[in-house]
C-alpha cells in the first residue's frame, strides 16, 4: 500500500463516515414524519379512517365486435344476467348459496364449483356465482337480494356467436381466462372478462379485450356499494371487420355438410377470403358458456374432426392439382415446349420400379396432360425438371409457406426437396421421388388455403397474391398491397390456363361433368386425386378395388382448385374432401355450386362496409346493487 | 497464520471452505428477517393466503439467496474484471429495450426472453457501482478530481440515467444518478467541484421540468398538494396517510387493517407495502422494520471500512446507497414526503426481478466482506 493509496483510504472513511451521518439524520425525519402520522395524527386519521368510504373498482370493457364485410354481425355481445359474490363480503359462502337454492336451481357442480373458487380468489374481488340467467330467474333473485347474503345480482354482457358451426373455425370463440393469463393483464380477473382462444378471436385479442375504465364508489362499513361518486368508462375493445362473404361462407358450409373437408374462396387481384369453410364445424358458444364432457369427448372422438379447421391446418398431398405449376416450370426452364407430345401407354419405368398412371392416353401434350390428368406426362416432365426446380415453383406459388394472415395455428405443409430430405428422414433424394413430388404426391403436403392462393397466382397473370382476412380494426383499414409480379411469360402461362379451361369445358377434361353452363361465368380448374394408400403390384394384378368399396379411412382425397370467369378471371376456389373419392367426381360439383354462387353475388363488385370509427360509447357493463 | 495474513501475503488462495466460514451470518439471519416480514405482509394482503403473492415471493427469496452465496464465494479479483464487459453489456441491453422492449404499464422497462423478462436497468444497478468502484479504483486521490478522469466518470454514470428516464423510468434514473454520485463523493471528489456541481445541478431544474412526461409531472403536482384531486391521482397519498394514521402506535392487528383489506389502499402488494405494515402493525412494526435496515446499512458501513482494497470498499458503499436510496424514497413516498415513484421496499415489495437484483448486490457486499483482507494495487490495474 503505498503513501498516495493511504491518502484516498483517510478521504473515504471521513466522507463515508459524513454519509453515514446524514444518512442517520434522513433516516431519523422519516421517524419524525412516521411519528407525526402514527401518534401525534392518529385521532384524526382514525376518523377519516371510520368515515372512509370511498374505493376504486375497475370496470370491465365490452369486447369489440366482428363483422362481416358487409356488416353482418359475426360475433356480439349480448346482455348476460349474472350473479356474483364477494367473499370477504359475505359471512357463510354456504348458507347463502342454501338461501339462493330456494330462489332457484343451484346444482351440486356449480356449488362445489362456487365454493371453490371463493376460496382460490381474493377476499375482496368478486367471485361469478351463475352466468346467462334467464330474466325471470334473474328477476327472482333481484327481488330475494337481501336475504341472499352477499350474493349480488349483475347485467353484463356475454359472446355470442349467431352463426355457430358457420364460423367456429374462423371466427374462434372465447372462454374464462385461466389464472396465468389473469397474471399477465389485471383486467382479466374482473367478472364476465373473456379471452380469445381461437380463430380471429385469439389472433386479434388485443385489439378486441379493450381497456377498463374505473369507478369511485361510497361503500357503507361492510364494503357494499352505497353511491357511485365519478366515473371513467371503459374503452370497447375495437370492432374488426373481415372480408369474408357471411352469406357464401354459411352456403360453403352448407353445400358441404356430410363431409370433411374445406373450401376456400379468395379474390385473386386483392387476396381477399370471401368464404374459408371447414367441415365439420361445432358451436363455438358452447365453448363460452362452459362445455359438458360429453360435448367435449364427442368433438375430440369425432373421426372427422370437428375442431381441426382444414382449411389452414389441415396437410394433404395436393394430387394432380399441381400440375399447372410443374407445367409452367417446365416452360419456364425451357425443357419441355407446350406442343410436343409424350406417349402414355399407362407406366413409366424407371430402375425397378414402375410408375402408373390411371390410364393409357396415348400421345399427350401439355394442354390434354394438363385437361386428362396423364401421370406418365408428367412423369417425363418431372425427370427433365428436376426436383430443384420443383421445389422453386411450389415456393413461388406459397407452398409450403405460412401467411400469418389473421388465424392461428397455420400449418405449413411441406415442400419435399434435397435438403428437407437429409434434415427429416436422413436420406439422400431419390429420383423416383421426383416422380412422385411432380404429381402432388409422396411428401408433399399442402393445406387447402395453399392450393386457392396457388390458383389465384396463376389466375392473376403470375402476381404474388397473399391471402387477406381482416379488412379492418376498429378505424383503421388494412392497407391493400398490389401483389408484385413474379415475372412469368403470359404466353407461357396463357397455355396452363387454358389447360385448366380445357378440364373443365371440353368434352374429356377431368372436370366436364361439372363445368358452368350460364355464358360468362365459366370456370377453369384442376382436379386432384391423393392416394392415401399404396397399391401394390397384387393387387393391381387383381384389379383395383374401387373407391367406394373401401372402408372411408382408405378412400382417396378429393381435390379441386378452380378460377372465374374464364375470360376475366376475379375469383379462385379450392375445394377438398377428405377420403371423398376422386376429385372429379367428390370434389369438382361441390366446387362449381360454391364458384357459381359466387358468381351470382360476385362480393368484390358489391360495396363493403368501411372501418367503424369509435365513436359509439358501448355501456360499461354497470354494476346494479341490489 | 491468521486468516488475514494469508489473503493479505498474497501467497495461496482462500479455499471455498474457508471463505464458507468467513460469511457473516448475522447479515444473512438479518435479511432473512427482513423478508419474512415481506411474506407476512403478503399473506395479509391477500386476505390471509399465501396464493398468489406470498408463495411466489419465497420461491423468488430461495433463489436469490443462492445466487447470494454464489456470487459471494466468487473471488472477487473475477467480479473486478468482470465489471467492464457486464456495464457494456448493460448498455447495449438498455439501448435493445428501446427498441425490442415490451411496453409494461406506459413504459417499456424488459425484454422478453420468453419464460422470463429482464430488466435492463436492474443489471445496470449493478453493473454501475461494479464499474465505478473499478474506475476508480485505479486512480489515486489526486487524479479523481481532474477534469481528464473526471469525464469517464460522469459519462459512466449520465449515459445509462439517460437511456432509463427515455424508457421512461423516473425512479430507476434518480436512483442511478443519486448512486454514483455518491461512490464519485466516496472516492475523494474535492470540495470545489462538488460545490460547482450542486449549482449547475439546482440552476438545470428548471429545464429538466419540461423533459418531464405529463404524468410525471402530475404526480409532482400532486405530491406538493394531494387535496387538489382527492379522488384522482392524490388518492393514493391520501389513502396512504390515513391508514398509516390510523394504524397508531401498535397498529390494527395482523389481517385487521380496515383500509388495506377493504382495497382502499391501492397497489399494497407492491408500492405501498409499507403502509400495510404500519396500519396493521402501528408504529412499533414499522420502526421495528426501519431499524433492521437500519442494522444492514451498519453492516455495509462495517464492511467498507474495514476492507482493505479501494475496489471492495467502494463495492460495499454503493451497495448500501443504493439499498438506503430504496427504503429512503419508498418509505418517504408512502408518508407524502416525495411524489410517488415507482420504488419497491427492498426485501419486502412483491417483486422477482428486485429480489434477485438486491440479494446479488448483498452477494457482492458479502463478497467484498469475505475478501477484505485482499491486497489489489491500483497500479497493477490498468484503467480500461
Partial sequence: MDIKDNDRYKMFNRRAAMMSVGGLGVMGTLFGRLYYIQVLEEETYKGLADKNSVRLEKLAPVRGRIYDRFGTELASNQSNFRLVLVPGQTQDIEQALDNLGEVIEVSDGRRERVLKAAKRSRRFSAVTVMENLEWEDFAKVNIRTPDLGGITPEAGVTRDYPFDSDLSHIVGYVAAPNESEIDEDEILSLPGMRIGKDGVERFIEAELRGQSGNRQVEVNAYGRVIRELKREDSTPGKDVILTLDMELQSYAMKRME???????????????????????????????????????????????????????????????????????????????????????????????????????????????????????????????????????????????????????????????????????????????????????????????????????????????????????????AMDIVAPPSMGFDQSQLQVILDGMNAVSNRAGGTAYGSRIWEKGMELAGKTGTSQVRRITAAERAAGIIKNEDLPWERRDHALFVAFAPVDNPRYAISVFVEHGGGGSKAAAPIARDIMHKTLIKDPSKRRAIGPVAQTMKAPSPATEEG | MSFLEVMGSGGRELRLTEKFFEINWGLILLICVIAGIGFAMLYSVAGGELDPWASNQMIRFAIGMVVLFVVALIDIRVWMSLAYPAYALALLLLIGVEFVGSTGMGAQRWIDLGPFRLQPSEVMKIAMVLTLARYFHGLTLDQVSRVIYLIPALLIIFIPAGLVLQQPDLGTAVLLVAGGIALLVLAGLNWKIMTAGIVVAV????????????????????????????????????????ALGSGGLFGKGFLQGSQAQLDFLPEKQTDFIFTMLGEELGLVGAAFLLILYLLVLGYCLFFALECRNQFGRLVAMGVGVTFALYVFINVAMVMGLVPVVGVPLPLVSYGGTAMITLLFAFGLLMNVHIHRGVDLPRSSISIW
Fill in chain 1, 258 to 476: 356430410g363431409e370433411s373437408g374445406a373450401a376456400v374462396v379468395m379474390d385473386i387481384h386483392t387476396g381477399d377470403l370471401l368464404a374459408l369453410a371447414s367441415v365439420p364445424g361445432f358451436d363455438p358458444n358452447d365453448f363460452n358458456l362452459g362445455l359438458s364432457q360429453d360435448t367435449w369427448d364427442g368433438l375430440r372422438n369425432n373421426k372427422y374432426k370437428p375442431l381441426l379447421n382444414k382449411a389452414i391446418k389441415g396437410q394433404y398431398p395436393p394430387g394432380s392439382t399441381v400440375k399447372t405449376i410443374m407445367a409452367l416450370a417446365a416452360l419456364e426452364a425451357g425443357v419441355m415446349s407446350p406442343w410436343e407430345s409424350v406417349y402414355c401407354g399407362g407406366v413409366t419405368r424407371l430402375g425397378n420400379h414402375d410408375f402408373h398412371c390411371w390410364k393409357d392416353h396415348g400421345p399427350v401434350n401439355m394442354r390434354t396432360a394438363i385437361k386428362e390428368s396423364c401421370d406418365v406426362y408428367f412423369y417425363e416432365l418431372a425427370q427433365r425438371l428436376g426436383i430443384d426446380r420443383i421445389q422453386s415453383i411450389c415456393n413461388r406459388f406459397g407452398l409450403g409457406q405460412v401467411f400469418d394472415f389473421g388465424l392461428p395455428g397455420e400449418k405449413s405443409g411441406v415442400v419435399p426437396s434435397r435438403g428437407w430430405k437429409i434434415a427429416n428422414i436422413g436420406e439422400p433424394w431419390q429420383q423416383g421421388e421426383t416422380l412422385i413430388a411432380a404429381i402432388g404426391q409422396g411428401f408433399m403436403l399442402a393445406n387447402p388455403l395453399q392450393l386457392a392462393v396457388m390458383t389465384a397466382r396463376l389466375a392473376n397473370g403470375g402476381k404474388a397474391v397473399e391471402p387477406r382476412l381482416i379488412r379492418a380494426v376498429g378505424s383503421e
Fill in chain 2, 203 to 242: 440552476s438545470a431544474i428548471p429545464v429538466g421540468w419540461n423533459f418531464l412526461l405529463p404524468y410525471q409531472k402530475a404526480r409532482i403536482f400532486t405530491f406538493l398538494d394531494p387535496s387538489r384531486d382527492p379522488l384522482g391521482a392524490g388518492y393514493n397519498i391520501i389513502q396512504s396517510k390515513i
